[in-house]
Structure formats: structure tokens, C-alpha cells
């Protein structure tokens, strides 16, 4: 179960060197890893950061920097509602205090800010 494919793994799979294991939900992943069932699990941060909120068990999970891994910035794209994404982008270019204003309250960061903070802390929460 992933969001956002890793180009960095398709060595490794090639080798043999790891198994897929496709789980239903991400629950079941992160539970398999909890149980030690697997090694790693490939999960969005904020994802997995939501579910620790909401299951405390998962919080002894980490995130480790050294896999592969990719910035995922959130975007909109259509085909038919092209006004709206228009409207939306008008909105973030002139409300940009309260967009950060929406940010902090939901604890969003830049990716970048995010991965440099995990990277020098040892302790790599994901």
C-alpha cells in the first residue's frame, strides 16, 4: 500500500532482495509492522502521523530517512473544473497569513522542513 510510487526500490526488487507484501488498508500495514511482521512499510508522513494520533500503539514507529522516499506536495488537477482550481489558487496567493494561519492549526509543514527535521533529530517519527 503506497501513495506515491519509489523509484528507489526497484533495484532491490529486481535482486530479490525484498518482498511486496499488498495489505487492504493502511492499518493492517502498519500493524503488520508493529508485529514485526515486516521490516518497513511505505506510508505518507502525514498519513501515518494521523494515524498514530488516533492509534497510540502505532507511535512507536519511526521514519527512516535513508530508504527510499519521495516530497509529496498536495495538488489539484481537472479536466472539468478548471475555475475552481483557479479560485482555489487565487485564494492561497491572497490570503497567504491565513493559510499559514490553516497550516499550523493542522500541523502542516513544508516537505523539505519536514525530512530536514526527522533527518537530525535520531528520533525519525513516521
Keep these: ?3 506515491t510510487p519509489q523509484l528507489g526500490w526497484q533495484d532491490a526488487i529486481d535482486a530479490n ?5 499488498p495489505v487492504a488498508t493502511l492499518k ?3 500493524q503488520l509492522l508493529l508485529l514485526g511482521r515486516v521490516d518497513a512499510a511505505e506510508v505518507d ?13 502505532f507511535n512507536t514507529l519511526v521514519f527512516d530517512p535513508t530508504l527510499p522516499h519521495s516530497v509529496v506536495e498536495f495538488k489539484l488537477s481537472t479536466i472539468k473544473q478548471i475555475k475552481l ?10 490570503h497567504p497569513s491565513l493559510v499559514k494561519t ?6 502542516l509543514t513544508e516537505p523539505e ?8 533529530s535520531g528520533v525519525n517519527k513516521s
Design 1 to 3: 500500500m503506497g501513495f
Design 17 to 21: 532482495a525484498l518482498t511486496l507484501i
Design 28 to 30: 493492517a500495514q502498519l
Design 45 to 57: 508522513y502525514y498519513v501515518s502521523r494521523n494515524q498514530q494520533q488516533s492509534t497510540p500503539e
Design 85 to 94: 482550481v483557479e479560485q482555489i489558487n487565487h485564494f492561497i496567493l491572497t
Design 102 to 107: 490553516i497550516k499550523l492549526r493542522y500541523g
Design 113 to 120: 522542513a519536514v525530512l530536514q527535521q526527522l533527518t537530525q
